[in-house]
């Protein structure tokens, strides 16, 4: 994973105390529970199986001697160090199927086939050719229990432990699953809300190229992958490894053949992932990519509804879906194939052909002389405890792949060059702005701006004017740093723009742009921003300066009346007076218009020219406006075309000139032409 695996893990040490805990209870809880085996062990090999060891004769009843035929007799193990005992007093207790035997007397040898036939007892040893028999009597179920009676408190006492254990481990499994869930969402939480604060450092040129949709799904598809990764994937991986340590450091102290043969899994596992990963991989990146895709188009169509209806697109938009969603499915599937080879049950193939190998071992004679029956259950046991961890990781081989990708995906974007946002403020400027030679391109040198020069002074207004394409919005787009020249400076009161960090010159800025954009909330929510420093009064101010107020107030709930996502039941011409009162609520020293009163019908333009000529006072105003007529006022007057500034000055003075202005504005005035 490189470097991405590197910041994945800088984002997890963020939480580390969480996460080292989560890691100290799971160490506790593998610990607890592999003793379970152990304890289950010494039940079997010593308190039930334990019957079959030596018995002796002794004296009179004391602690774990057992009542039989008016004699007393007490276990080789049970006697105390340095107890002395006559050997030659021992006997036997045998089990041969669901039945046990009593034997006065000593074993020649005690492995091989046993058959009872009356009171003869034969143990024949395959191996050696062996063959002994013996006399023996039935024991009833109340002599067999007074063999069993010693054991018992022992027996019980195990079990309570066992219990006890596996009380234990639910504590610490559920401590340790609930830091480390936590500790997860806490991460993602912090890698989402960076991810979101970069998106508002990026340069507005990042988003020409790059859909909505795509952004949006590496914001929240991409991170709530992440979040899988922290959840699931470690957690799974973290188990899954101490499990493995813990059972096989567990098996070296049961038996370390049996270890040895095991070990075999750790290359298999290894094998088996880095061969996942390599297709995975590869899948998963095709897979992120059409989701992204997919989420842009479903964007895109949602946005441009109306659209699509009008001009009856939606087979076409609904074949261009089909089309992304097949290519997805086709890799979703690819990816489940791959999933489905590599899972748990390839998994169950390798433990039942391991449990084969050691039955094969043990039935063979080669460990079945040397393993008691307990050591065998022990061992299974452990397998099976074992191979529950390394279906959990095998599971999670695909969720890690989706993850690694989307994180690759994330950094990616957080990777791309921001402008961090500048604390403090700045003192208002004047707003005294100098274009010098300006020359800008937004590709290569394919230039919107050549060579563009102008003054515009404190107070004036400044109209940009010309046919689409010529570079009157590139200006204010420059002007607001929203790109920066190619060539040339832009200057704030003699200052340069580019020695001015962005957020603090935008701060004595206002805009008004020809579709305004309007967020979830309130009238007056949109008009203030939400900005702590913008009082309720100032946003009545602003409103009712724009002439504006009275209309709202109208309105069921005033200025408090919900608006939906980009104003959708509100008028063009509201939506605009909306957004002409957010500019002058923040009090700007140059306030733009970018075309503000193209989608405003002649009553309401009428309203904001009223507004404009007392409002425009002290604050330099740069005007884009296709309709002459609200430009009249202006101080200067600049005509673009393709680029270059071919006429200046105010109305009067262009209309004496006879050039482009003057046809423009006779064309819209429905006035002939003159010469």
Not at 41 to 65: C, H, S, T
Not at 248 to 272: E, N, Q, T
Not at 435 to 461: C, M, P, W
Request: aromatic share 10%; net charge positive.
């Amino acid at each position: 994973m490189g470097s991405t695996g590197k910041r994945l893990f800088q984002y997890a040490m963020l939480y580390k105390k969480q996460i080292l805990l989560a890691m100290l209870l799971l160490v506790l809880a593998v610990g607890a529970e592999l003793t379970g085996p152990l304890i289950a062990k010494r039940m079997i090999d010593q308190n039930i199986l334990g019957i079959e060891k030596a018995w002796y004769e002794v004296k009179g009843e004391q602690p774990f001697a057992v009542h039989y035929n008016d004699k007393w007799y007490k276990r080789e193990d049970r006697f105390a160090e340095g107890e002395t005992y006559d050997k030659s007093g021992e006997v036997r207790v045998l089990q041969v199927g669901r039945s046990y035997y009593f034997l006065d007397g000593s074993l020649r040898f005690a492995e091989g086939k046993r058959e009872v036939t009356g009171e003869q007892m034969t143990i024949s040893n395959s191996q050696t050719g062996e063959a002994a028999t013996y006399e023996v009597k039935k024991l009833s179920k109340s002599q067999l229990y007074a063999f069993y009676r010693p054991e018992l408190p022992g027996l019980l006492k195990l079990a309570a432990m066992y219990f006890g254990l596996l009380i234990l481990v639910a504590i610490f499994a559920y401590g340790q699953r609930l830091l480390l869930q936590t500790s997860a969402n806490r991460i993602v939480r912090k890698m989402r809300g960076d991810v979101f604060a970069h998106t508002q450092r990026l340069p507005v040129q990042y988003y020409d190229n790059l859909a909505a949709g795509q952004v949006v799904s590496r914001i929240t598809n991409d991170t709530e992958a992440i979040r899988e990764l922290y959840v699931g994937v470690l957690a799974n991986f973290f188990t899954g490894t101490i499990y493995m340590a813990g059972i096989f450091g567990a098996l070296f102290l049961l038996d370390y053949r049996l270890a040895l043969i095991s070990l075999p899994i750790v290359p298999i596992l290894i094998v088996w992932i880095k061969v996942y990963r390599k297709f995975a991989a590869k899948y998963n990146r095709i897979i992120r990519t059409k989701l992204s895709e997919i989420n842009a188009m479903i964007n895109e169509s949602i946005q441009g509804m109306a659209i699509i209806q009008a001009f009856r697109r939606q087979k076409e938009t609904k074949k261009e879906f089909d089309e992304l969603n097949d290519y997805y499915f086709k890799y979703q599937n690819k990816l489940l194939n791959l999933n489905s080879i590599t899972s748990h049950n390839l998994v169950n193939v390798v433990r039942n052909v391991l449990f084969l190998v050691v039955i094969w071992l043990f039935w063979g004679g080669s460990l079945g002389t040397m393993i008691s029956v307990g050591v065998l259950y022990a061992y299974i046991d452990y397998m099976n405890r074992m191979f529950a961890p390394i279906v959990g990781i095998v599971n999670q081989l695909s969720n890690l792949e989706t993850a690694r990708v989307s994180a690759e995906r994330v950094f990616k974007l957080m990777d791309e060059e921001g402008v961090d946002v500048a604390q403090g403020r700045m003192e208002r400027y004047k707003g005294d702005v100098q274009f010098e030679g300006i020359t800008f391109a937004y590709k290569g040198d394919e230039y919107v701006l050549k060579n563009v020069s102008f003054h515009a002074r404190q107070g004036e207004t400044v109209a940009l004017v010309g046919h689409t394409g010529s570079g009157k919005s590139s200006i204010l787009n420059l002007l607001f740093r929203f790109y920066d020249t190619n060539k040339g400076r832009i200057t704030v009161d003699g200052t340069d723009v580019k020695d001015i960090p962005k957020q603090m010159l935008r701060q004595h800025m206002g805009i008004v742009l020809q579709d305004p954009f309007l967020f979830t909330g309130t009238i007056a929510s949109n008009v203030s921003l939400d900005d702590p420093s913008i009082s309720r009064e100032k946003v009545e101010k602003a409103l009712r300066d724009v002439g504006a107020y009275d209309m709202f107030n109208a309105l069921p709930g005033g200025i408090d009346a919900p608006v939906i996502e980009k104003g959708s039941t509100l008028s063009a011409g509201q939506r605009q007076l909306i957004s002409f009162a957010r500019a002058l609520a923040f009090d700007p020293a140059i306030l733009i218009l970018d075309e503000a009163t193209a989608s405003i019908d002649t009553e309401t333009e009428s309203i904001i020219q009223a507004a404009l000529d007392v409002l425009k006072k002290g604050r330099t105003t740069f005007v884009i406006a296709h309709r002459l007529s609200t430009i009249r006022q202006a101080d200067q007057i600049l005509v673009l075309d393709r680029g270059v500034i071919v006429e200046r000055g105010n109305h009067e003075e262009l209309m004496e000139h006879r050039g482009k202005y003057f046809a423009m504005y006779q064309l819209q005035q429905g006035a002939p032409q003159t010469a």
